[in-house]
Structure formats: C-alpha cells, structure tokens
C-alpha cells in the first residue's frame, strides 16, 4: 500500500535539544495529522492541520502544512525523555477519508 | 472524549483457528471505523473501511473472505481472523471517526495476535 515518506529514520538525541522530522509525499493531501505510538500502544493524535502553510502548536511540539500540500513537519522544543516514541505522520487523501501513514520516525532521548 | 476501546488487548491462538477483536467508541458514535495492521517496526497499514450497517471496504490485496468485518451498530465493528496462521501474527489496531469524511479518527489501543 501507499506510505509516506519521513525523515529520519530513527535519532538519538540528548534532553534538552530540539528536533525536526518531516514528511513527504508525491501527492497532495488536504489534511495532515501527527501522530506518537508507544510500545505496544496504539497512536496518539499530536497534531492536526487543515490549511497550506497553516503552523501550529501543541505545547512544546510544532507542526507546519508545507505549502505545497506535499509535505509536513514537527518540530519538538527542548525534548524531554518522555517523549521516546514513534512519530507518524498521516495524510488524508483529498476526495477520500483514508489515512496515509508515513514510515514513522523514531526517537530516543538520552538523559 | 473521543476514546476507543479494543478488546482483547492479546490473544495467542493454534494455527487454523479463528480470532475475533472488538472495537468499541466509548463515548461518541462512530459512523465510520478503520482496520489496520501494523507489522513489527512499520508502519500502520489500512487493511479496511467498516460504515454501520454496510459491507465493509477492503483495501487492495487484503482477503475479504479471511478478515470479516462486521460493524452492527454505531459503537462496534468486529475484526474476524478466519483460520489464522502464523503469518496473520501482527498489531491489530482499529480507529473510529463521527462521521467518516474529514473527522479525525480516533484509534484504539491495539490487539497484538499471536498464531502459533
């Protein structure tokens, strides 16, 4: 099936630093989500955005429609360790109410 | 708000039996609900698309006839492996949304299966 793609993979960073991961896809879509999976649990919504360009925050997280409807990206200010997870984006395909998800990102922070 | 439930959180079956997960909306109605299965560090993919009252939709290369969607009323569709194998092993993992167009959807826990 269709998937997204984001970027990284995977990082490691120290607490207290920022981070940016971003999602990309060959076509559009007319909503982005953000979304955080723990282990073994199910996603939880982050983020929502219905707008080109739209930029929105939820706390220390930041998400932005890019303008070209193709892409998206999250920012996370000042990490903190409980913010090890998955992070996926989901796009909804314009005409339809489907989810695409992208590969996820994941992230460690290191105390 | 806007919680869903999924029952068993997991189940460990024999190869050939059938396994069925429920996914319940707590607190809203839930015109539209999604099935998806998650295999080990991937991503969520949309196996299908349940509406009260109607034939489910499958996505392409899902097997109608071995995953059977039953979605009885406005808090409940049900996910039915029919003659599990190992290979159906996975994350099983529902979502629901009010009205299934732009809604968000709101996801359930997970049920990890476990064929043997």
């Known amino acids: 099936g269709q998937q997204l793609n984001q970027s990284p993979q995977s990082m490691f960073i120290q607490e207290g630093e920022d981070v940016s991961m971003n999602c990309t896809s060959s076509?559009?879509?007319?909503?982005w989500l953000w979304y955080k999976q723990d282990p073994g649990e199910g996603p939880v919504l982050l983020i929502a955005?219905?707008?080109?360009?739209e930029l929105t925050s939820n706390g220390r997280l930041t998400a932005q429609f890019g303008i070209t409807r193709k892409d998206s990206f999250l920012n996370i200010s000042a990490s903190i360790p409980s913010d090890v997870g998955i992070y996926f984006c989901a796009g909804q395909n314009t005409g339809t109410y489907k989810y695409i998800f992208g590969t996820g990102t994941r992230l460690k922070v290191l105390a | 708000g806007a919680v869903v439930s999924q029952h068993p959180s997991w189940v460990i079956c024999k190869s050939g039996t059938s396994v069925k997960i429920e996914c319940r909306s707590l607190?809203?109605?839930?015109?539209?609900m999604f099935w998806y299965r998650q295999f080990p560090k991937q991503s969520l993919m949309l196996m299908a698309t349940?509406?009260?009252?109607?034939?489910?939709?499958?996505e392409q290369g899902v097997e109608k006839d071995k995953f059977l969607i039953n979605h009885a009323s406005l808090t409940l569709s049900t996910l039915t492996v029919t003659s599990a194998h190992p290979e159906d092993s996975s994350f099983y993992i529902c979502?629901?949304?009010?009205?299934?167009?732009?809604?968000?959807?709101?996801f359930g826990p997970g049920t990890r299966l476990t064929v043997l």
């Open positions: 076509s559009i879509f007319n909503t």
């Open positions: 955005l219905y707008k080109a360009g």
């Open positions: 349940s509406n009260e009252g109607s034939k489910a939709t499958y």
């Open positions: 607190d809203f109605q839930a015109t539209t």
């Open positions: 979502s629901a949304s009010a009205s299934g167009s732009t809604d968000t959807q709101y």
